[in-house]
């Protein structure tokens, strides 16, 4: 298997411009994870989906940031507009069944908002 | 609720000198426990993890960690340090069930001097 896939692996923007990061989690897992890793604030937790249905969201930031998992190879991150605050590297992960198996963490996408 | 306590966000150990990380965690009910390890620009990766069983649970690398009901610990240890340990570590614990989210520490620097 190739892992979990994200793309872009670097993004720079322009603040108030819209941004998109993409994820496939590895097939068969129905768990898909959102993080975000900052130096000031460590890796924080941003969405989770069961079975392509948001399960919680608790920690995204804003309304600026959304989430969907159309189907079970897919999903995105969205931040529109975006803001200098909201650079960051962005992680996907994703897990099979429950919360006895391992999460499975993608490369990272690195946002850089001027 | 549960969470996770890493103590010590750097640790510097010796080339060969025993590595010790130190994580303490809260929960309501039974813990599944997880130390991930993150080198430079990579995303997460699991080093080992307790569920259920032997309380001493080895994991890739040469690292090992101990489940303490009793001091709510999870401490990794590594008997001989090696350059290449040189990375951050994360302790993580979560429980059974496919709603449960996975909570994260704070990260471990480990920097290995020659």
């Known amino acids: 298997d190739a892992g979990v896939i994200q793309s872009p692996r670097h993004e720079v923007t322009e603040m108030g411009q819209e941004v998109t990061l993409r994820c496939k989690p590895i097939s068969g897992h129905n768990s898909l994870f959102w993080y975000r890793q900052t130096m000031m604030r460590g890796l924080e937790l941003l969405i989770y989906?069961?079975?392509?249905?948001?399960?919680?969201d608790s920690g995204m930031p804003e309304d600026r940031f959304s989430a969907k998992m159309p189907n079970a190879s897919f999903s995105t991150l969205k931040i529109q507009p975006s803001e200098p605050r909201d650079s960051a590297v962005y992680f996907c992960?994703?897990?099979?069944?429950?919360?006895?198996?391992?999460?499975?963490f993608g490369p990272g996408t690195r946002l850089t908002v001027t | 609720a549960q969470s996770v306590t890493q103590l010590g966000s750097h640790v510097s150990v010796s080339e060969g000198a025993l590595v010790l990380l130190r994580c303490n965690y809260s929960?309501?009910?039974?813990?599944?426990l997880f130390w991930y390890v993150q080198y430079p620009n990579q995303g997460l990766q699991l080093l080992l993890k307790?569920?259920?069983?032997?309380?001493l649970v080895k994991g890739i690398n040469g690292f090992e960690a101990e489940f303490k009901k009793s001091e709510t610990s999870f401490h990794l240890t590594k008997p001989s340090a090696h350059m290449s340990d040189a990375a951050e570590y994360f302790c993580?614990?979560?429980?059974?069930?496919?709603?449960?989210?996975?909570?994260f520490g704070t990260g471990t620097k480990l920097q290995v001097i020659p």
């Open positions: 307790y569920t259920t069983g032997a309380t």
């Open positions: 989906f069961n079975n392509n249905v948001p399960i919680d």
């Open positions: 929960s309501s009910v039974p813990p599944y």
């Open positions: 992960a994703s897990r099979y069944r429950d919360g006895i198996y391992e999460q499975y």
């Open positions: 993580a614990v979560t429980h059974s069930g496919g709603y449960q989210k996975v909570t």
